[in-house]
């Protein structure tokens, strides 16, 4: 309703809003480096990479059917941002080394924005994450 909307436009957001600390800096500076340190299988490594070079429509390993539904694929950087985010989900689960399924699940928030549909893709309504959904089956198989 329109004055719930004034309601809500007039309401005061730069009052800060009040955080319990979880962890001090030490503590989460000290966590990260754990992180860092779980080993890396040479098997997710090699998932990672054909995730990757999966996304780029101009590599050999980009399955034909998407092929046209992506303008721009992930990076390198992406590669190395989806292993040191699966490394804190490992430790996160108290595990001692990282596993493709870590890879797996953290492909969608890792490459959503790294992952540019092409115009053939969104005249059919197709997203990025369906994009990468069809790319993370690349895993499993």
Do not use: Y
């Amino acid at each position: 309703e329109r004055s719930d909307e004034e309601r809500i436009i007039t309401l005061d957001h730069r009052r800060p809003a009040t955080v319990d600390a979880v962890l001090d800096a030490g503590q989460l500076r000290r966590f990260q480096e754990l992180a860092a340190r779980l080993p890396v299988p040479d098997s997710v490594v090699a998932a990672v990479v054909t995730l990757v070079r999966a996304s780029r429509p101009a590599e050999g390993e980009c399955p034909p059917n998407l092929r046209e539904m992506i303008r721009w694929g992930a990076g390198p950087r992406a590669g190395q941002q989806l292993i040191a985010a699966s490394r804190a989900r490992a430790a996160l689960r108290g595990r001692a080394s990282v596993v493709t399924e870590d890879v797996h699940e953290l492909a969608l928030p890792v490459l959503a924005h790294r992952i540019i549909p092409s115009f053939a893709a969104e005249s059919r309504g197709v997203s990025a994450r369906e994009i990468i959904a069809e790319l993370r089956k690349g895993l499993t198989s």
